[in-house]
């Protein structure tokens, strides 16, 4: 069987794929948004907070990390309603990839944290600022600076993942291009359209990340100490 040419033209400009690519946009915003924060609490926990709190920040970075996001989300959507918490598809999918993002972005807050300087904590306490206080105002700044790049990439990597709510039944891109083959059975045609839009989304977020780096540049290297003499 050729390529047809006519069927890829055609879904190309469907509404309906256009329409699921922006489903697909906000899905992965609101989980990205969700799973940073949720990241940045677990980072603080595990470093900052009590022995329980941390030991269970870091229980829920090893599983969530350590296994595969799909069994992850049929867990959600089929396992919990046998405890009696029934979800739908779209609350399911938001709760999956939005604890998925967040054990990574654990990691990364992490990283962000640790690459601060501790001396500037240490000159807040010296001045008597309270650890909150100094943890909102000076470190979480620079901590989130120093996120953007990873958190881009993150971003990046969280709108091919999207894909497999599809396995649950979201109506993001993959899904509708599903159905769009049960309507044709033209296979090759109509992924090579999602292929498509999918590439057209990470090329634009990969030039707005870009803007956002050398935006903030100036910032980042501000933490670096400076090599030159005074």
């Given amino acids: 069987m050729q390529f047809s040419w006519t069927v890829f033209s055609t879904y190309l400009v469907d509404p309906r794929f256009a329409n699921a690519a922006l489903t ?134 969280m709108l091919r993942t999207t894909s497999l709510l599809s396995v649950i039944s979201v109506e993001e891109l993959l899904r509708v291009t599903s159905m769009a083959i049960n309507e044709t059975f033209r296979s090759i045609e109509l992924y090579a359209v999602a292929a498509l839009y999918y590439l057209a989304m990470t090329t634009v977020w990969s030039f707005v990340q870009l803007r956002l780096e050398r935006r903030y540049a100036v910032g980042i290297r501000t933490l670096r100490p400076s090599t030159t003499g005074a």
Avoid: K
């Fill in 24 to 157: 697909t946009v906000w899905i992965a915003v609101l989980a990205q948004l969700a799973g940073t924060a949720i990241g940045l609490g677990a980072a603080l926990a595990r470093d900052r907070g009590p022995a329980p709190l941390a030991a269970l920040a870091r229980l829920y970075v090893l599983v969530w990390r350590g296994t595969p996001l799909l069994a992850q989300l049929l867990l959600i959507y089929f396992g919990l309603p046998q405890f009696g918490l029934r979800l739908g598809v779209w609350e399911a999918g938001l709760i999956g990839l939005s604890l998925y993002a967040g054990a990574y972005m654990a990691e990364i807050a992490r990283a962000a944290f640790a690459a601060i300087d501790p001396g500037q904590e240490e000159a807040a306490r010296a001045l008597g600022m309270p650890a909150g206080t100094a943890l909102r105002a000076i470190l979480l700044p620079q901590a989130i600076r120093l996120m953007l790049p990873p958190v881009g990439n993150e971003f990046n990597s």
